[in-house]
């Protein structure tokens, strides 16, 4: 039988941001907003990050500049956290943080380094 995208996605989610992440983010959905949990869990991660056309490092570097560009600090965060899972360095983050300030502008960029940091120090320790 073939893998369901929302299982596949729930696989991914759990190899990428670990089980730990994964349980609390069910079991803090409510009613109203299980619906999200269960659309991120099948399109973001069963159908995106399913496609096997671009590997886990390449996309883990894609969200942090799109996070950055978003100003998105708590997603920064949670996707800094999963590229490390995902074998990116700490070089590499900082590579695709200098990017990101080029392009999406020095606070934007500042505010990136700020919560990559507090993650890879963590991570570090």
């Known amino acids: 039988m073939t893998e369901s995208m929302a299982a596949r996605g729930d696989r991914i989610r ?27 869990t099948e399109y973001c991660w069963g159908v995106a990050w399913g496609d096997d056309t671009l590997d886990r490092k390449t996309r883990s570097l894609l969200n942090i500049v799109m996070m950055v560009a978003l100003n998105r600090r ?7 956290k999963g590229a490390l899972r995902n074998g ?29 940091a507090s993650v890879v120090d963590e991570e570090g320790r």
């Open 74 to 80: 708590h997603e920064l965060e949670l996707h800094t």
């Open 14 to 40: 759990r190899e990428v941001l670990g089980d730990e992440h994964v349980d609390r983010s069910n079991q803090n959905a409510s009613p109203f907003s299980k619906p999200v949990q269960d659309l991120v």
């Open 88 to 116: 990116v360095s700490p070089e590499e983050i900082q590579a695709a943080l200098i990017q990101a300030t080029i392009y999406c502008g020095v606070p934007a960029g500042m505010e990136g380094f700020r919560a990559a």
